[in-house]
């Protein structure tokens, strides 16, 4: 149980960082992707994905 928490929290943590990186970095290749290019909404979609992976991960 514990290590599907903290598997669920890296994943998010790993997804936010990814989502901030790719807004900042990768936002001047994706002009119009309102997903990439603004990190208000990078950053919790990512860290979305990272926390479902991170579930399924341990499952």
Not at 24 to 30: A, G
């Amino acid at each position: 149980m514990a290590m599907t928490i903290l598997a669920a929290i890296g994943g998010a943590l790993i997804g936010a960082g990814a989502g901030w990186l790719i807004s900042k970095n990768l936002s001047k290749v994706t002009v119009g992707c309102p997903i990439m290019c603004n990190p208000k909404v990078a950053v919790p979609y990512f860290a979305f994905i990272g926390l479902l992976m991170g579930m399924e991960l341990l499952g």
